[in-house]
């Protein structure tokens, strides 16, 4: 069973790999979520969420000195990772489940008063949980978006976890309970633009900590929810044996796949990087300007393809579109924080340029994802009447390519840099390089809180 594996993972046991992969995943989606922190919407809905007396508590909210609940830290922070769509993923899995486990994770060891050891032993058996669910699934059905749905018990395991201390019933009827409160989100909003897309997560993270809250009170779920209702309903290509792939004859992990996930280096849908790569694959290569290029024509599969909108109306769009994104790197040669702006959309240079790249599905490239990559292949016509033609598999920070963790700390540093200042991202990373061997979160939490006075 999944909860006999999760409760297994108990600090102290974890292999050195895996809890130094697991807390620099933890880094990683925590400056993600305070890179988001910054925004006005978000900012707002703090102080709405927040604005009732006595709103103070034992968790950590990114971008406010003060603490809160953990539901309510759970809440806020599980919004902000997807803000600038830099947060980790599982490409397997087709999703993103540190989004939902480490929000949770965090605020319920604060507010429980657990160790990191504790913390990370509960971070990587809610991820393990999740990866496999989201496997078994083979993804969602095309109008159901993985956020908050499969991601909710992942965060489920990662409470219960750290508030039953790793206790198997519990655990089993935590992921059995939040099986049955899942989310089925309308995947419209990621590709339109709306901010409904950062609210899944959110949902999702809560869910799961309302089912280990109530799987620890001692509520129970109707058995195998996740084989009988959550697979069929939501699975595009259900596999139920994968549930319990990568385990030993005693039930314990025989394969981590969280050292599987992938980093994002670029502020975009994962499902864009490959063309980002591409394209700046290509300019590296070819001296090649935006008044070079006549078009640009992207063949790639089924799920990449539909990010075709050479015009998207807000950032959050042009996050997922290929067209906008290739623009983007083009006429910056580069593309980071500032590649998509408010300003970005209102250049006719940009809108001009993501105009004449055309994106369309090759099933060619169906059978490399998700297992092998993010399969397309670029095809840049010039005025000259040259044709440089690009093949792309992977991006950098994918488990094939794995990034180091010196870049991964270096990406972090960069972002809480971006949000709260230099001074304030030295001594947060100061806390965070030797996270996987630290025992207690004080050091971190106060770092975050404090910056909150200075942050820009």
Known sequence: MLGRAAASTRAGRLPEKVRDHTALLFIDVLASM???????????????FLSAPGGTGPATVLGRVEG???????VLNATLPTVYQLDEGHRVSRGHPAIHI?????????AGGAGVPQLLAAVAAGYEVAARVGMALGGTVPEIHPHGNWGAIGAAV??????????????????????????????RPAREGAGTHHLWAAVGAHTGFLAATAAVAGMTGVPATLETAVLPRA???????????????DGEWARWTILENYVKFWPACAHTHTAIGATLELLRKENVSAGDIESID????RAAAVLDDPAPRTELAARFSIPAVVAAAILDQSFGLESISEARLKDPAWRALAGRV???HDPVHDEGYPDRGRPLVMRVRLGDGRVLRHHALRSHGDPESPASADEVQGKARRLFAHRFGSAAAARIMAEATGFAEATDLTGLVEALRAAARTGR
Do not use: C
């Open 34 to 48: 305070a890179v988001g922190s910054g925004r006005h919407a978000h900012e707002r809905t703090r102080e709405l």
């Open 68 to 74: 809160a609940s953990a539901a309510e830290a759970i």
């Open 102 to 110: 480490v929000p949770t994770a965090l605020a319920t060891a604060e």
């Open 158 to 187: 990662a409470a219960a976890h750290l508030m039953a201390d790793g206790e198997e019933k519990t655990l089993v009827n935590a992921i059995d309970i939040a099986a049955g409160l899942v989310g089925y989100h309308d995947r």
């Open 235 to 249: 699975g595009a290509a259900p596999q139920p044996d994968l549930l319990h792939a990568g385990r030993t004859v």
């Open 298 to 301: 992207i063949t790639t599969f």
């Open 358 to 360: 055309s994106v369309q």
